[in-house]
């Protein structure tokens, strides 16, 4: 899928300019890129390190060859090749369709016309690639491209199915050898009918979800495919003798592809009709297809920025950009706005000057830039705490005072009202509102939807006896995928237990007991949320007390995984930072803790003389998370950029006094600036001069971001105002 | 998308148009939509304008209201040029069905949940854009543009921009007449009810291939909804809110113009979208061409 570039990435490839990265591995990287003419292209790139070896180089050369061969039919259409180039590139077709492998996880098992289509299809293609000898010799579900107007074959295993260095290194150099020929798996030639083998177990795939020899470790694996029968079960009956006798051990026993694809009886619909074959997908597939047909046209994410000066070990900058924007968005804390999420994916207007090249430069010398102009500017007053901005669907919920309020986004104009006071007992996941039901209302617990028209509740969708409904500080933390998670108090006895309970089907799903609430009037948690697999819980500290106690539970059963005490300076933080892999804190360092087990993974800023503080002993103000990189701002220093990753400083704001930085406000970040609050008002920080370039004068209370909606909220005591995010 | 014809345009601002949004012989397109690129090959854009025989000025005013507006469910007017005689907008492409090529596409009228779906989005999109005083006035089958992540509403203003005269009901360059409420012929003005009455004969379309079929047509499920919208009384007409809580019952408000994820479409639709990214992606500027 379509992720960004690295900082080390080409700019361009032949005559292509690079746009984004689609996949990458042992032998070179895969580029979304267009030409000149605007034509949208794949670019294959060998390693530069591996085309000083000519046969590498030669049989890159015979890959782009094949695929000639194959044509745009049945594989990828070669736009532009040059083997001889010292980093040797393939220009195709951008294929729309997910491989096999996605296709099934997505859809499921085929239905039996579609595997059959397929087949069919995929042996045209096979016969065309054997007329002209040649062999695909690597042929498995993820080299099989499910569009909807048929497969197509991608990836040519020429160069890396010579030679025996790759059968000893099996396991790394080719991935699984479930559908490998056994001839191949013996380390003999694998011709056109090793080919049919592969085909009839990318078959077995498509109608089962398993290879006809299973998983398990390449050794085992090989010595199945040489020696063991085939598992068909599930396969459709009819396709069981054709499949069998493909699968047979002994090459000559198999039927050529001509055969193959009469014996699969051809599709089910005419020659010429289009959607013949798109009509026989399962929905999960086409909804892949549409996808993908869609997101190549989006505005391409941004480079990442070079890792942090320090040596950073090169696979985990790699992990770091395959991040996606879907596990990004798993980060359900973040339903509050400015989390960790990705911008792009939005299109963006051309007309603005966020190009993604470089070029603006000469624009920041002439004119300096202005505090914008608000869009919206409304009396809406921001509570003490809890006075984040939330996305709810495409309009805004805040907190105006002791209500919840619907607010539109584009004019500001509150559109519903709900009068729960306790700011601790509702939560959005982003596209809805929830709130747990008044605590004067029943004798058990339950979690309704606020009606995004009246701001009334609805009828409870999950009714939860177990739990005392009179309970005023049961806290509803957050609602992902149809979960809830909120902590509670036990109908009988004193616990207080972190609860996950599903909304579709109105059942708990599990809970795990937790600390009460340290006094009498105030909710058992400061914040929580779910991250990936895990369930984060902050618990409130005691009064006077100088820790927070985080634990954080698998989302999956909600057993603790782990838990611990945690100092915090100034006030305690009140929402979740964190991205897929630590929790970030600032107080007297800025740390970085790993979710997987609590461990420190970092601390920043321990010894760092960060100049005279006023005397505060909180240093580090509450941290943004955004795109691998934390912004915090530094005593009365300025905003730092520090790595996510490493937790190495990147650059730190440069000329900035007199100025006392508001520690509890989390920064926002854009594309051009972040934004600070500090004792004069907001000040937008250039993330290339690391130079504040205005201050829109005010007294912040929240500063929330909203990269896709391209607005900067901005609450103030008594009023709340929307500004373009740049 | 179609082949350009000798008599449309090579260029469109800073624009090389490449195709036609529309089907040759397409009926009830208020305005010329073309497939378009920038000379350095780095935007694809939708390129729109005024339809012929249109007042190009009237057309001109309607799509510079429409780049003010970001309505979710509204297809964007994201720039605007041209002249006076001239006029044009663009927004940057997307692979996008006119509903009239959905349907071809598909072969015939659409199933059931399908026209559920995209007359619950538009009614969403309607009903955020009433509650801020903004009427589109321009809803007909030509101008619901599919999305691999549903429906949007172009032509904006349409209505408005070919006034309707009393003498006559032809209405050459405007919306499909089947979406032109009554009030309008007698010189009433293109208000939020001819909105729903446009949405009810978009509804009908999508559901039996025309946008003034008789009762019996349309499937059982859809009459009541479908009827009350294509009310001769604008005041017996349902407010856009309505309308999504009888097509789409229990849908949040507020979730669906806005979706993320891609809709489910039948098969063939998804290929003929697919089919028209592919092409735009494979397409080069004529002097590029390899």
Not at chain 2, 257 to 285: F, H, K, M, N
């Amino acid at each position: 899928m379509i992720s960004p570039l690295l900082h080390d990435d080409p700019y361009t490839v032949g005559p292509f300019r690079i746009l984004a990265r689609l996949g990458g591995g042992g032998m070179g990287t895969v580029y979304l890129a267009r030409s000149a003419g605007g034509r949208t292209v794949a670019v294959k790139t060998l390693h530069t390190r591996l085309a000083a070896d000519a046969t590498l180089r030669t049989r890159f050369r015979l890959e782009a060859d094949a695929a000639r061969v194959v044509g745009s039919e049945h594989g990828a259409l070669v736009v532009d090749a040059d083997p001889q180039a010292p980093t040797p590139w393939m220009a195709t077709e951008y294929v729309l369709g997910p491989p096999l492998d996605t296709a099934v996880e997505v859809g499921g098992p085929l239905p039996e016309p579609a595997v059959r289509a397929l087949g069919a299809s995929l042996a045209a293609g096979l016969e065309q690639l054997h007329r002209s000898e040649v062999v695909h010799r690597d042929l498995k579900p993820s080299n099989v491209l499910v569009t909807a107007q048929g497969p197509r074959i991608i990836d040519f295993g020429i160069a890396r199915a010579f030679g025996d260095e790759h059968l000893t290194n099996v396991g790394n150099a080719v991935g699984t050898p479930a559908f490998m020929s056994p001839e191949q798996a013996a380390g003999l030639e694998h011709a056109a009918a090793g080919d049919v083998f592969a085909l009839a177990g990318v078959l077995v795939f498509a109608a089962t979800g398993r290879g006809p020899f299973g998983g398990g470790a390449p050794t085992d694996l090989l010595y199945r495919v040489r020696f063991g029968d085939p598992d068909l079960g599930g396969v459709p009956e009819s396709l069981l003798p054709l499949l069998a006798r493909c699968l047979a051990k002994d090459p000559a026993q198999r039927p050529s592809t001509t055969e193959l694809r009469t014996a699969l009886g051809g599709a089910p619909y005419a020659p010429g009709d289009r959607g013949g074959f798109a009509d026989l997908l399962p929905d999960g597939v086409l909804r892949e297809i549409s996808r993908r047909s869609d997101d190549v046209w989006h505005e391409p994410p941004h480079r990442l920025p070079p890792p942090a000066p320090v040596e950073a070990p090169r696979a985990e900058t790699a992990l770091a950009a395959g991040v996606s924007r879907r596990r990004l968005l798993a980060v359900a804390g973040g339903a509050l706005l400015g989390g960790g999420l990705l911008g792009g994916g939005g299109w963006a207007l051309f007309g603005g000057s966020d190009d993604t090249g470089g070029g603006t430069a000469k624009k920041d010398a002439v004119d300096r830039p202005k505090p914008p102009t608000p869009l919206w500017s409304t009396p809406l007053w921001c509570p003490e705490s809890g006075g984040e901005v939330m996305r709810v669907g495409r309009n805004l919920a805040m907190r105006a005072g002791i209500v919840l309020c619907g607010i539109n986004a584009e004019s500001g104009q509150s559109t519903w009202q709900a009068n729960i006071e306790e700011i601790w007992r509702s939560a959005t996941d982003g596209n809805r509102m929830y709130a747990l039901r008044g605590y004067q209302e029943a004798a058990s617990l339950a979690v309704c939807e606020v009606a995004q028209t009246s701001g009334e509740l609805g009828k409870p969708l999950v009714e939860l006896s177990a739990f005392a409904g009179k309970e005023q500080y049961n806290q509803l933390l957050c609602v992902l995928d149809g979960t809830a998670y909120l902590v509670a108090r036990a109908a009988t006895g004193k616990g207080w237990y972190l609860v996950a309970a599903d909304l579709r089907t109105g059942k708990e799903h599990w809970r795990s007991p937790v600390d009460d609430p340290p006094a009498e009037n105030v909710p058992p948690a400061l914040f929580g949320g779910v991250v990936g697999s895990r369930v984060v819980l902050c618990g409130s500290p005691e009064k006077d007390s100088k820790f927070i106690h985080l634990s954080v539970h698998d989302k999956a059963d909600g057993h603790q995984l782990w838990q611990l005490a945690e100092t915090f300076a100034g006030t305690p933080p009140t929402r979740m930072v964190a991205d897929d892999r630590n929790l970030y804190l600032g107080a007297e360092t800025l740390t970085a803790r790993r979710l997987s087990d609590g461990g420190l993974e970092w601390m920043f800023g321990n010894g760092r003389d960060v100049g005279d503080s006023a005397g505060e002993e909180r240093r580090y103000g509450t941290p943004t998370v955004q795109d691998g990189v934390v912004y915090c701002t530094e005593a009365d220093r300025g905003l730092v950029s520090v790595d996510a990753l490493s937790g190495t400083l990147n650059w730190q704001e440069q000329g900035l006094s007199g100025r006392k930085s508001k520690r509890e406000v989390a920064p926002a970040v854009g594309k051009k600036y972040a934004y600070c609050a500090d004792d004069t008002g907001v000040r937008a920080v250039d993330l290339r001069t690391r130079k504040a370039v205005w201050t829109y004068q005010s007294e912040p209370v929240v500063l929330t971001g909203d990269p896709d909606g391209g607005r900067l909220y901005l609450r103030l005591e008594k009023r709340t105002i929307a500004l373009p995010l740049a | 998308m179609d082949r350009l014809r000798q008599d449309d345009p090579a260029r469109i601002g800073d624009f090389v148009t490449l195709a036609r949004l529309d089907a040759d012989g397409s009926r009830g397109v208020p305005e010329r939509r073309y497939l378009a690129r920038s000379a350095d090959g780095g935007h694809t854009v939708v390129a729109c304008l005024p339809p012929p025989g249109g007042d190009p000025a009237r057309w001109a005013a309607e799509a510079q209201q429409a780049a003010r507006l970001t309505q979710p469910g509204f297809w964007p007017v994201a720039q605007l040029g041209g002249t006076a005689g001239f006029p044009w907008h663009a927004a940057p492409y997307r692979p996008a069905l006119p509903l009239p090529a959905v349907l071809a596409a598909h072969g015939g009228p659409l199933p059931e949940p399908l026209v559920r779906t995209l007359g619950g989005t538009l009614a969403e999109a309607l009903a955020s854009a009433h509650v801020l005083g903004i009427v589109h006035g321009g809803v007909c089958p030509a101008g619901v543009l599919l999305t691999a992540r549903g429906p949007l509403l172009a032509c904006f203003g349409a209505t408005r921009a070919n006034p309707m005269t009393e003498t006559s009901s032809a209405h050459p360059t405007g919306p499909d007449t089947g979406c032109l409420a009554p009030e309008l012929a007698a010189g009433g003005p293109v208000d939020r009810a001819a909105d729903v009455y446009a949405l009810g004969a978009v509804l009908a379309y999508a559901a039996t291939g025309h946008t003034v079929p008789e009762r019996q047509e349309i499937p059982a499920g859809l009459r009541d909804i479908v009827t009350a919208c294509r009310s001769r009384d604008p005041q017996g007409r349902p407010e856009p809110a309505k309308v999504l809580a009888e097509l789409l019952p229990g849908a949040a408000y507020g979730g669906l113009a806005g979706a993320t994820e891609p809709l489910s479409l039948p098969g063939r639709v998804v290929e003929a979208l697919s089919r028209q990214s592919a092409e735009v992606l494979a397409a080069a500027l004529p002097t590029h061409e390899r």
